[in-house]
């Protein structure tokens, strides 16, 4: 690397201690790759509670045939529309 001539030569030089903190600062915090394992292993099993949406819940199918045989047969054919024709 080359120097710059106009200024003074101190400012083109890295101080040692610069150096060395930048090092330390390298090796500081965790270590990722062995984190990355933890969470692979940890956390929900989302795939175990998936049949019990199906098992829940009132039995629709009974409750429909409840309503048919409560409902009154809305077109009654009236005797005079029967016989009106003859």
């Known amino acids: 690397m080359q120097e710059i001539e106009s200024g003074?030569?101190?400012l083109n030089e890295v101080p040692p201690d610069l150096t060395s903190g930048l090092r330390e600062l390298k090796f500081a915090g965790p270590?990722?790759?062995?984190s990355k394992r933890?969470?692979?292993s940890g956390?929900?099993?989302l795939?175990?509670?998936a049949g019990?949406?199906?098992s829940g819940g009132p039995d629709l199918?009974?409750?429909e045939r409840d309503l048919k045989s409560a409902v009154p047969d809305v077109n009654p054919v009236p005797a005079e529309v029967n016989h009106a024709g003859s």
């Not at 270590?31 to 062995?34: G, N, P, T, V």
């Open 31 to 34: 270590d990722l790759k062995s």
């Open 52 to 54: 019990d949406f199906n």
């Open 61 to 63: 199918n009974s409750e």
């Open 43 to 45: 956390g929900l099993d």
């Open 38 to 40: 933890d969470l692979n």
């Open 47 to 49: 795939n175990s509670g």
């Open 8 to 10: 003074p030569a101190e």
